[in-house]
């Protein structure tokens, strides 16, 4: 009889049969041939910190979590990495022996590595960015800019109090831009990010006028149901480089599975794949 113990980690959300977290790691498992299994759990949030503090003891190693609980999350760790603290919710967690939580924050370091892979000669000092939306992902994009060296960053949301709300938190590097004007500052702009969920299936379109978009400017989009948005699509056409959000998920996944399984995978052409199935 064998004493080893099977790493287990997952990833909690309400819902969360739509993720596609549990094909990425199980193909990271199995490219690797280690032991450990990953799973989806359904928790809503009345149950989450009940769940929280039973996982460490049934032998889970760590977990991602996902809207709804990003927040909540933060608020329950025991312990919290700098990022996510500035970013204000968690993605992803540690379980120690004692059953003790660390949370962190991943999806700016997601972000950034998507963003250098799909635009290599994209230079943060080269100018502004444009980033549409006010909500968890763009706290994430925003604290993930600044420490690149983006000189200034123009915010646009549709309820601009909540873009307000993040200047102050992220400091004068940043300029609100009210939202039926965003489209006369994206010729400004070097890099434009769509943090909202406009343009996913299901959602209503992105409907920001972008005959501004200059050739050899970078748009990247964090939706990736549909993987080229419609935003992408009159990018290419403008001549821009285009990014699509898949990369994000897939790079911020990779700190988690190193920490909890002992190995950094790679996030190749397999990947992508294994992730789309």
């Known amino acids: 009889m064998t004493t080893h113990s099977i790493p287990l980690a997952g990833v909690i959300g309400h819902p969360i049969a739509h993720s596609r977290s549990p094909k990425l790691h199980g193909h990271w498992l199995k490219s690797y041939a280690l032991d450990g299994h990953y799973v989806p759990m359904d928790v809503a949030p009345a ?22 609980h990003k927040e909540a999350a933060l608020r329950l760790a025991d312990q919290v990495s700098d990022r996510a603290s500035v970013i204000g919710a968690a993605n992803t967690l540690m379980f120690h022996e004692d059953g003790s939580i660390l949370a962190d924050n991943t999806d700016g370091y997601g972000f950034m590595a998507n963003l250098r892979d799909g635009a290599p000669d994209w230079n943060p000092q080269d100018g502004p960015a444009v980033v549409f939306g006010a909500g968890g992902a763009a706290r994430a994009v925003l604290q993930a800019l600044a420490q690149a060296g983006v000189p200034e960053i123009l915010l646009t949301n549709r309820t601009r109090a909540r873009a307000d709300h993040l200047k102050e938190e992220f400091g004068q590097r940043i ?7 965003a489209g006369n500052v994206i010729e400004q702009a070097e890099l434009v990010v769509n943090t909202t969920s406009l ?41 821009c480089t285009t990014v699509d959000g898949l990369g994000m998920l897939l790079h911020q996944a990779v700190p988690g599975f190193e920490c909890w399984f002992g190995v950094r995978p790679e996030v190749d052409a397999e990947t992508r794949a294994a992730a789309l199935a």
């Not at 760590?62 to 809207?67: D, E």
Request: aromatic share 4%; no cysteine; charged share 15%.
């Open 199 to 239: 343009g996913m299936q299901g959602q209503p379109e992105l409907r920001v006028p972008l005959d501004g978009l200059q050739p050899g400017a970078v748009v990247t989009d964090l939706v990736y149901a549909p993987l080229q948005t419609q935003l992408l699509k009159q990018a290419e056409e403008a001549g």
């Open 175 to 181: 300029t609100v831009i009210d939202w039926v004007q």
């Open 47 to 68: 149950d989450l910190e009940t769940v929280l503090r039973t996982l460490p003891k049934a032998g889970f190693v760590g977990a991602n979590v996902t809207v709804p």
